[in-house]
């Protein structure tokens, strides 16, 4: 990043300080990165930070308004609704997968925002959202589109477009945003099956590449590491980390926390625990392999390939909704944990994409799709930012409109 000069304007400092705090933020989280770092990314004193940003959460807040204002520039909305709305899947592409960074701090830090920032944010949101709602609901009148449900069907197409971020780099491979945004359009107008048979040759060379098991650790740290589910204590320890976590973010879990949550002193606690990070690796570790399980015993279950393809996306997404808490850690957290652990999550996240993708391939009657699994798991992960226990859509009827749209899309048959 090339700094501003002393001399520089407002306007030069504060994009400079703007993108030091976004690359600070994505790589430590907003707790760690200090204004000292800040300033010295941007090429700036501390004291001029200040007469620009008064505080961290002043530069959060700009972080997000300038990624939700890149995304509400007004967008070419000619033509028929299914060209208005692929226009704006466009635009949301081509957004996410340029501004890895700045999704990445929107999603990941949000948490750490005033509740009046996060209400303005959240404004700014809707505004957004509420462009392809009304484009699905004028298609439906037009007949362009099916009769669905258009806040569920919105959901879909903006869960697997935020999804990218945690996977795509533009530099790294042959997929383009272009071949990205038709794909997506593809899966969501025609289904799974029709957009397996339309795939690009380089959308069909992505592939989801199996791990190699991690090495095994030392005897002491293999100890260290056994799950803890058998152990009813350290099992409510999990449950309740998960649960602060999902509501304050890993960084601002203190041990005094955890332990009055679980019931427990603080030294009580470390006898069970050797620090906050084994349970953030429990954490993950415990939804993971229970993940590869159930996704595992689905592909080899020998039923009718569709009928594993609605099981398989029941099973996500009741596990989403019983797992808020692990889903947080395991999408936004995994920063935190060390190199050995990261590696362990890392390999199993690969095995259950790797189940995942072939149940999508065989339902699809197609060898070669596994971007449309990653792009279904985006969308199915996405619901744990917009899911509440006990709202409109309960995880059956949720479940339901997922498998129905990624079968039959959303286009009107004639």
Known sequence: MSAPSSGGTEVEHREAIIESATALFHEAGFTRATSDQIAAGAGITKRTLYRYM????????AIHEQFLQSLLQPVDLQGTPRERFAALVRNYVDTVTRDHDEIRVFFEERKHLS???????????????????????????????????VRLATNVVLGTVAGLYEWYRA????????????????????????????????ARAFQVRSDSPPRAASAQRK???????????????????????????YDKMGTRDLADAAGLTKSALYYYIPNKEAVLFQINRRLLVRSVEAAEAIADSGQDPLDSLKALVDWHVQSIANNRG??????????????????????????????????????????????LGVLMMGSLNFMGEWYTPGGRLSPE????????????????SR
């Not at 008064?54 to 807040?61: A, D, F, N, T, W």
């Not at 790294?172 to 048979?197: E, H, I, K, Y």
């Not at 260290?224 to 998960?242: C, G, K």
């Open 54 to 61: 008064r505080s961290k959460e002043e530069i959060l807040l």
């Open 115 to 149: 509740e009046s920032s996060l209400q303005r944010v959240i404004d700014m949101r809707d505004e957004h959202e509420a462009s392809f709602r009304e484009t699905l609901r004028e298609g439906i009148r037009a007949k362009e589109f099916r009769e669905v449900d």
């Open 171 to 202: 530099d790294n491979g042959t997929l383009d945003q272009r071949t990205l945004s038709l794909v997506l359009m593809s899966m969501v107008m025609d289904g799974v099956p029709g957009a397996a048979s339309t795939l690009s040759a380089s």
């Open 223 to 249: 100890q260290r590491d056994e799950p803890w589910d058998s152990n009813p204590i350290m099992s409510n320890i999990l449950d309740r980390a998960a649960e602060l976590i999902y509501r304050d973010g």
């Open 326 to 371: 692990a889903l947080r850690a395991l999408s936004y957290e995994l920063r935190f944990l060390d190199r050995k652990h990261f590696k362990e999550i890392h390999f199993l996240r690969r095995a259950y994409a790797r189940h995942f993708c072939n149940v999508v391939a065989a339902a699809a009657d197609s060898d070669r799709c596994d971007l």
């Open 397 to 412: 009827e949720i479940s339901s409109g997922f498998y129905d749209i990624f079968l039959n899309g959303i286009s009107f």
